[in-house]
């Protein structure tokens, strides 16, 4: 039985509480957060232990394994004191504020027999997932273009004061949304040689950009676009679509839609020249225990097996996070260099 | 049928409720509806496709567009409806409270809450502010204090139970006046708080609802053996428990064979929903499915138009009836 604590007991450190703690193999021990109201009830009605100090936690309960899921800010802090207490990490996305922070990490972590992981979720989508093994294969010949568009409706009104609307504690929608696209564009294609042509807007929000436009190209000659709306509020909830092109030819894919052509007759079972079209039902597998998405399941249930195997993270490990972060730097770094869009 | 003037055991606290529920027309409802019509096709969500759930949110974007296919189904013969918690559900209920002779036989089931948008409060204000925002959220101030008399020990406690009431009470104002059969807690929250392992908010959810409303709560969820099992070891007797339940297997967690052993063997009343897999599975097969499982005596489904509507209707009641 591992031993789990979460630091962070928000929306995202309820949802991995609610997830593992159906897990066979799995019992929590502690959380720790800084609202009282959040302390109160965990230790009421959870029946662990609720701490205002992680490093008083960590020290106290000794756990197997921690979820980090703080403000991106105080990801470094969070995760130095797992690594120091030897503690399996499982770090929400994105990794951390730059890829100074987060190459330390990697070395501290780098020799220990620990698992790590950063919660980019979106690689265990059942289509995404689906879309990775059609990459691997290069069912698509040689790539020439691709766009990632991720709109959602989470910033809809003028910044109230939070974490989420200063960036230097990892807010806007560049750190906190348009990260899962960046990872996405990483893990189905991988980072960029350049980016170019940045473009952070102001839509809502008054300290940080809502929306971030941005040009990827790759040596060799492969370019794509990155566009990311956090204020979109024709959508229900945020959504990935990547459509990408190959010499034989073209995939678009969303969290539900799998449509893949091809120009001549492809060697792949189930599939034919033309378009081929696969929804959600007949991609979705179903979980041990569902809350939210099959794909948020899939990401913890890995970890703990890669924690009960003793076999690294191949999908998301902190190497994983750490490229994330350095493209979303280039982007920052090539953003900066632009006008900042205020549209109102 | 509920009426809060003479089955609230609330207490003192009663007699500041400013609006209170009044009781509807009473009638017998101690059974489910064989039939209940449900709304996702109005609202945008569609688990097959994002084209086909922006297709939808087009096509229903005006309420006289949802009402016109509400009558349809009302006058092919469903008269019960579940309605989650949406803001536009708010339209809806207004205009079954202006025609109560056109809907004289209206049965709804509300499942609450719409958990988006607490999702995007929660992002914009935080736990708390978005807590604050829906439980005082289009209340006057004299109803806004009433509230805070009502939930003044719960915010000095800082008890989750007592929020909860608070919100279930604030998402089913929408509803005051009508006609409701059964209330839902909504698969997301159900599932979440099946996985935090919460028995008291579960018994004190059933209970409230009883109480307040004088109906049943039931739960809708993705993980049907395990929410069954937890309810009965909960003491909550003979559970109404809506689960997708269709032949390809499509959300039935942990997997399509535990989902139909709880159905032959457990003793709670299913409701089926997502019968189609949302387009995956042919009519006539995923009703056959349906019927030929133990124990389901009522199914959800959302339609369009009045020829899709009749048709799912009439298959489903001649499949039972050759039972």
Known sequence: MLRGTIVGFGRMGITHYSILNRHPQVKFVAVCDSSGFVRYNAAKYLGVEAYDDYHKMFREVKPDFTIAAVPTAMHMDVVKTAILNDAHVFVEKPFTLNPVQGNELLNLIKGKDLIHQVGYVVRFSDVFRKVKEFMDRKVLGELYKFKLEMNGPTVLHGAKKSWRSNRNEGGGCLYDFASHGIDLINYLIGPPDTVVGTVFQRIFSKDVEDAVISTFIYKGGLCGNLSVNWSDSSYRKPDNCFEVLGKKGKIIADLRTLKVFFGQKPDIEGYTQGWNIKYFPSLAKPVRFFVRGFEFTRQLDYFIDCILNNKPSEICSFDDGLKTDTVIEQIRENGTRDIINKTN | ?323
């Open chain 2, 1 to 323: 049928m509920y009426n809060v003037q003479t089955q609230s055991p609330v207490g003192n606290d009663m007699k500041l409720q400013v609006e209170p529920f009044r009781p509807a027309v009473e009638k017998d409802y101690t059974a489910l509806d064989k039939i209940i019509f449900g709304d996702n096709q109005f609202f945008g969500i569609n688990h097959m496709s994002n084209e086909k759930a922006q297709s939808q949110a087009i096509r229903f974007k005006d309420s006289e567009t949802i009402i016109k296919v509400i009558d349809n189904a009302y006058q092919a013969g469903i008269h019960a409806f579940m309605f989650n918690t949406h803001d536009r559900v708010k339209a809806l209920c207004e205009h079954f409270r202006s025609h109560p002779d056109k809907y004289s036989d209206l049965r709804l089931y509300p499942s609450l809450p719409y958990a988006h948008k607490y999702a995007n409060a929660v992002n914009e204000s935080g736990m708390l502010g978005a807590l604050n925002e829906f439980i005082f959220s289009g209340r006057t101030t004299k109803e806004a204090i009433s509230t805070i008399i009502k939930g003044g020990k719960s915010i000095i406690k800082k008890d989750m139970i007592e929020v909860m009431k608070l919100l279930v009470d604030a998402e089913m104002r929408m509803f005051r006046d009508l006609p409701i059969k059964a209330v839902f807690l909504q698969n997301i929250i159900t599932d979440l708080l099946l996985g935090l392992g919460v028995r008291d908010v579960f018994t004190e959810f059933v209970s409230h609802i009883k109480k307040k409303y004088g109906v049943e709560a039931a739960f809708n969820t993705a993980n049907m053996p395990v929410l069954v099992d937890y309810l009965l070891d909960c003491g909550i007797d003979n559970p109404i428990v809506c689960a997708s339940i269709n032949k390809v297997g499509f959300s039935m967690c942990p997997n399509q064979a535990e989902c139909e052993k709880a159905l032959a063997e457990k003793p709670f009343r299913p409701i089926a929903m997502a019968i189609f897999a949302s387009g995956a599975v042919p009519a006539k097969e995923a009703i056959e499915y349906i019927c030929n499982l133990p124990n389901i005596r009522t199914i959800i489904f959302g339609a369009s138009s009045r020829e899709h509507i009749v048709d799912t209707m009439n298959m489903i009641n001649s499949c039972w009836k050759e039972k």
